[in-house]
């Protein structure tokens, strides 16, 4: 249930970050979460089996959520002067 409930957040700042249109940093963002849920679950499913499914996916989804957001603090940051290029280019 925990473990649903952060990666419904980090699915809230996934869809934060495609409205910010800040797509170049999602891909690597969540090849890091397919690679934490896989090495996890390479090392913890054979010594604990289901827990260690739960643990793995549970890393996974918590870098998913921190890494989404920095990249969404970072961006919006940066807006500003994304906005102001814009405007000088006469987009």
Known sequence: ?????IGF???FTGCAMTSARLFVHQIPLFALGVL?????????????????????????VMIQLLASIGVLA?????????RSEAATLGC
């Not at 249930?1 to 409930?5: G, P, S």
């Not at 090495?39 to 890393?59: D, F, H, K, N, S």
């Open 74 to 82: 970072h961006g919006l940051i940066k807006i500003p002067e994304i």
């Open 36 to 60: 934490v849920i896989t090495t996890g679950g390479y090392w913890l499913v054979p010594r604990m089996g289901l827990e260690g499914a739960i643990m793995a996916t549970m890393a996974g």
């Open 1 to 5: 249930m925990a473990v649903a409930w």
């Open 9 to 11: 957040l980090g699915q």
